[in-house]
Nanobody
């Protein structure tokens, strides 16, 4: 069993950067595909980015060119480097293992963690 722990969220100005981390507590995760998700107030949880164990990546259109997902299989950790942040990036960010297509944010393999809050505001 894997307990996911997200960290790194903060308050940042538009155009700023943050790096989020996703780590396993009490176990390790070794799923072929891992992803980042986010949920803003009043909105559905949405998929943000995904990465395979081999390093192949996919991104939601809203973050392409601004976010970079990486994965350290040895450490069992995953990261999301967020650059050129916009107010619309404000959300609670979560990590998980997609079940099927990563873009389906409602289908994941692991229990959701608490997430980490990212607030982009002047």
């Amino acid at each position: 069993q894997v307990q996911l722990v997200e960290s790194g969220g903060d308050l940042v100005q538009p155009g700023g950067s943050l790096r989020l981390s996703c780590a396993a507590s009490g176990s390790i995760f070794s799923h072929n595909v891992m992803g980042w998700y986010r949920q803003a107030p009043g909105k559905q949880r949405e998929w943000v980015a995904a990465i395979t164990s081999g390093g192949h990546t996919n991104y939601a259109d809203s973050v392409k060119g601004r976010f970079t997902i990486t994965r350290d299989n040895a450490k069992g950790t995953m990261y999301l480097q967020m650059d050129s942040l916009k107010p619309e990036d404000t959300a609670v960010y979560y990590c998980n293992a997609p079940q099927g297509r990563a873009s389906n944010a409602g289908s994941v393999l692991l229990n959701w963690g608490q997430g980490t809050q990212v607030t982009v505001s002047s």
